[in-house]
C-alpha cells in the first residue's frame, strides 16, 4: 500500500483574480446595477428633453460640494487599488492601510453628501427634477454604505491573517465593487452637474 505524504500545513491555492467564481458573480452584480444606474440617468435626460423651461428648475447645481465629493472617491480608487498591488506583493499592513484610507474617504463623501442634501431648496417631491436628483443619488449613497461594509469585512478578514500574495480574491473582488462604485459617481457628476453646464 503507497502513501501519499500530504502537508496539512499549507492548503492549496484556489481560483485566483478573473479564474474565481466570485469574480464572475461581482461581475453580474455591477451589470445588473449598472443597469439599474443607466435608467435611471436615461430617465433624468429623458425628462429633461421634454421639460418645459429652464433645466434644472432651480438653477445650476453648485460644484462646491460636488467636486470634493468626486476626488475623495477617486482617491478612494486609487487608495484601494494600492492596497491590493500591497497584497499582491504579501504586504498585508499595505492592504489594511489601503482600505482604511478607502474607508475614510468613502465616509467623508456620505458627510458630504448629506450636507448637499440639506442645502438643496427643493425636496423628495417637489417635482420631476428633484425626484430624479434625491433617487439617484440616494441609490449611489446605499452602494457607497455597501462598498464601506465590504471594505470592513476586508479588514478583519486581512488583521486576521486571511489573505497572503496567493489567497486574495476576495480583496480583488472588494476592489473592483469599489471601482464600480466611482465610475457610476463619475456618470452622476456628469449627469447632475456638468451636463446642465453644457447646454
Same mark, same amino acid.
Given at each position: ?97 489601503? %482600505? #482604511?484610507?478607502? =474607508? &475614510?474617504?468613502? /465616509?467623508?463623501?456620505?458627510? @458630504? ?5 440639506? !442645502? ?20 449611489? %449613497? #446605499?452602494?457607497? =454604505? &455597501?462598498?464601506? /461594509?465590504?471594505?470592513?469585512? @476586508? ?5 486576521? !491573517? ?21 465610475? #457610476?459617481?463619475? =456618470? &452622476? ?11
Amino acid at each position: 500500500m503507497v502513501e501519499l505524504g500530504v502537508s496539512r500545513t499549507v492548503l492549496p491555492v484556489g481560483s485566483k483574480a478573473h479564474h474565481a467564481s466570485g469574480w464572475w458573480g461581482m461581475l453580474t452584480v455591477i451589470a445588473t446595477e449598472a443597469t439599474l444606474f443607466a435608467y435611471l440617468l436615461f430617465s433624468y435626460f429623458y425628462i429633461a428633453s421634454h421639460a418645459i423651461g429652464a433645466w434644472p428648475p432651480y438653477g445650476m447645481p453648485k460644484l462646491s460640494l460636488a467636486i470634493p465629493c468626486t476626488m475623495l472617491l477617486v482617491a478612494g480608487s486609487f487608495t484601494m487599488w494600492w492596497g491590493e498591488r500591497g497584497i499582491d506583493r504579501d504586504n498585508p499592513v499595505r492592504l489594511m492601510i489601503g %482600505l #482604511v484610507v478607502s =474607508a &475614510v474617504l468613502g /465616509l467623508v463623501f456620505i458627510a @458630504l453628501e448629506g450636507l448637499e442634501w440639506a !442645502g438643496e431648496p427643493f425636496h423628495l417631491t417637489s417635482d420631476a427634477y428633484s425626484s430624479l436628483y434625491f433617487t439617484v443619488t440616494g441609490f449611489h %449613497l #446605499v452602494h457607497v =454604505a &455597501v462598498g464601506l /461594509l465590504l471594505l470592513m469585512v @476586508l479588514f478583519v478578514w486581512t488583521a486576521l !491573517g486571511y489573505f497572503d500574495a496567493q489567497r486574495h480574491s476576495a480583496v480583488s473582488i472588494g476592489v473592483l465593487y469599489w471601482h464600480f462604485i466611482t465610475i #457610476v459617481w463619475l =456618470a &452622476v457628476f456628469f449627469t447632475f452637474y456638468i451636463a446642465p453646464r453644457l447646454g
